[in-house]
């Protein structure tokens, strides 16, 4: 069977929970009607990633962002809140800000001319005569996203307007996302903007695989661990070792991680051995977190917040979807507050060396995307197994814990996907 032809009527048989051997259609990656159905609902019904506030420090800042296929405004207005609002021109439908950031007092749509404040309110139309004198411009400012909701700074839109909070859609990833914000004793991070970005010719969910993948690092980051053998930073024992170490764990809602435990592990975060090496910051954590805290916010996480972000040691990843086999990421680097710059000075030259555009690490992960949506079109057999470690994976908390290379988040990823792909689909926004 060609892997275009589902294997079912539903989307949900597209993933197999069978409880020995978990498995995933491979239509998943490459059928428009998969990719339609997740535009509709997943990222036109779930909590979406769209912004840190940093991004939008003064009156007028804004970005525009793509949820699904629909162009948003963020933007904070003069009253001093951030709006999120469809970029769409209520005249004719263009957008109205075609810029990826910026600073304006008002976005002026550029095909006839009509003009609207950042809260969205129309403030202008050319040639206004053309209208009838009772013509009530309140009525026809730009849509309002139904929801935006600030977690610690994290901006994220709903474009639905019912279903669960935010708070309950982060619930079960919300200390981790804690523990990842305490590695600043004040626990604040700044976007450094603009994002670096890469386009690939794959699916979405290929990224969101492999952010908290312990499996292939040995193999697809083999030339990086012999970089850090010949800089005699390490070796390559040392470095597999490492990655023997930690866990992977699956949550409900779709979100999962990747943890290497803190301390002076090279491999956990810069946390433990920074503290080592700069007294202020050891004494500002000290006086801030209890040791108990300590030792987590020193672990290393990879933490994927369903569907389109993660939160990376040295940079926040946001996924973008455009099509079956194409995907754009961008990836903003940020300054921990409250640290000595040269420990963000550290972080910064770090990421460069690995995730940076030409770094020794995702450079490769890039390419074994591209070699999977590739290698999903064969026929013969259509399933791609994700059931690494489902025979020892164990349930703490609500959680699905397993060993570091195991396939435990990846499970999760697509238990979520399964329910939302199958839900109500006669509910989704706009249909
Ligand atoms: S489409 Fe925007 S003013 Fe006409
Ligand atoms: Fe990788």
């Given at each position: 069977?060609?892997?275009t032809?589902?294997?079912?009527?539903?989307?949900?048989?597209l993933?197999?929970?069978?409880?020995?051997e978990?498995?995933?259609?491979g239509?998943?990656?490459?059928?428009?009607?998969?990719?339609?159905?997740?535009?509709?609902r997943?990222f036109?019904?779930?909590?979406?990633?769209?912004?840190?506030?940093?991004?939008?420090?003064?009156?007028?800042?804004?970005?525009?962002?793509?949820?699904?296929?629909?162009?948003?405004?963020?933007t904070?207005?003069?009253?001093?809140?951030?709006?999120?609002l469809?970029?769409?021109?209520?005249?004719?439908?263009?957008?109205?800000c075609?810029?990826?950031?910026?600073?304006?007092?008002f976005?002026?749509?550029r095909?006839h001319?009509?003009?609207?404040?950042?809260?969205g309110?129309?403030?202008?139309?050319?040639?206004?005569?053309?209208?009838?004198?009772?013509f009530?411009r309140?009525e026809?400012?730009?849509?309002?996203?139904?929801?935006?909701?600030?977690?610690?700074?994290?901006?994220?839109?709903n474009?639905?307007?019912?279903?669960?909070?935010?708070?309950?859609?982060?619930?079960?990833?919300?200390?981790?996302?804690?523990y990842?914000?305490?590695?600043?004793?004040?626990?604040?991070?700044?976007?450094?903007?603009?994002?670096?970005?890469?386009?690939?010719p794959?699916?979405?969910?290929l990224?969101a695989?492999?952010?908290?993948?312990?499996?292939?690092?040995?193999?697809?980051?083999?030339?990086?661990?012999?970089?850090?053998?010949?800089?005699?930073?390490?070796?390559?024992?040392?470095?597999q070792?490492?990655?023997?170490?930690?866990?992977?764990?699956g949550?409900?809602?779709?979100?999962?991680l990747?943890?290497r435990?803190g301390?002076?592990?090279?491999a956990?975060?810069?946390?433990?051995?920074m503290?080592?090496?700069y007294?202020?910051?050891?004494?500002?954590?000290?006086?801030?977190?209890s040791?108990?805290?300590?030792?987590?916010?020193?672990?290393?996480?990879?933490?994927?917040?369903?569907?389109n972000?993660?939160?990376?040691d040295?940079?926040?990843?946001?996924i973008?979807?455009?099509?079956?086999?194409?995907t754009?990421?961008?990836?903003?680097?940020?300054?921990?507050?409250?640290i000595?710059?040269?420990?963000?000075?550290?972080?910064?030259?770090?990421?460069?060396?690995?995730?940076?555009?030409?770094?020794f690490?995702?450079?490769?992960?890039i390419?074994?995307?591209?070699?999977v949506?590739?290698?999903?079109?064969?026929?013969?057999?259509?399933?791609?197994?994700?059931?690494?470690?489902?025979?020892?994976?164990?349930?703490?908390?609500?959680?699905?814990?397993?060993?570091?290379?195991?396939?435990?988040?990846q499970?999760?990823?697509?238990?979520?996907?399964?329910?939302?792909m199958?839900?109500?689909p006669?509910s989704?926004?706009?249909?």
């Amino acid at each position: 069977m060609a892997v275009t032809e589902r294997a079912a009527q539903s989307f949900a048989d597209l993933v197999d929970v069978d409880p020995a051997e978990f498995r995933i259609h491979g239509s998943v990656y490459t059928d428009p009607d998969v990719f339609d159905a997740e535009m509709d609902r997943i990222f036109a019904r779930s909590w979406v990633y769209v912004a840190h506030v940093s991004e939008l420090p003064a009156p007028g800042d804004y970005k525009t962002v793509m949820i699904g296929l629909q162009p948003i405004i963020i933007t904070r207005h003069e009253d001093g809140n951030i709006y999120a609002l469809y970029n769409r021109c209520r005249h004719r439908g263009a957008v109205v800000c075609r810029q990826e950031r910026g600073h304006s007092n008002f976005f002026r749509c550029r095909y006839h001319n009509w003009v609207y404040a950042n809260n969205g309110d129309l403030i202008g139309m050319s040639q206004a005569t053309g209208y009838p004198d009772d013509f009530d411009r309140s009525e026809y400012g730009l849509v309002r996203v139904p929801r935006l909701t600030n977690y610690r700074g994290l901006l994220f839109i709903n474009l639905a307007d019912e279903g669960p909070s935010l708070d309950e859609h982060l619930a079960p990833v919300r200390k981790y996302i804690d523990y990842w914000f305490g590695r600043s004793p004040i626990e604040g991070i700044d976007l450094l903007v603009p994002p670096h970005r890469y386009e690939y010719p794959g699916n979405w969910k290929l990224q969101a695989e492999n952010g908290y993948d312990g499996y292939h690092g040995n193999y697809v980051h083999l030339s990086w661990q012999r970089v850090l053998q010949l800089s005699k930073e390490s070796t390559v024992d040392e470095v597999q070792r490492y990655r023997q170490e930690g866990c992977a764990r699956g949550m409900v809602n779709g979100h999962g991680l990747l943890e290497r435990p803190g301390s002076l592990n090279p491999a956990a975060s810069w946390t433990a051995r920074m503290m080592g090496r700069y007294p202020e910051y050891a004494g500002a954590m000290k006086q801030r977190f209890s040791e108990q805290e300590l030792v987590e916010i020193s672990a290393r996480r990879n933490i994927f917040v369903f569907p389109n972000l993660y939160l990376f040691d040295t940079h926040i990843r946001v996924i973008v979807p455009k099509a079956t086999d194409k995907t754009e990421v961008q990836l903003y680097v940020y300054a921990l507050k409250g640290i000595p710059d040269k420990i963000n000075e550290g972080r910064y030259r770090g990421h460069e060396r690995f995730y940076g555009p030409a770094g020794f690490g995702a450079p490769d992960d890039i390419e074994v995307f591209t070699e999977v949506q590739t290698g999903v079109h064969a026929k013969g057999n259509v399933w791609n197994l994700i059931n690494r470690g489902q025979h020892r994976e164990r349930r703490e908390n609500g959680e699905w814990v397993g060993h570091t290379t195991d396939e435990a988040p990846q499970r999760s990823l697509y238990r979520h996907w399964r329910q939302v792909m199958e839900d109500h689909p006669e509910s989704i926004p706009g249909r």
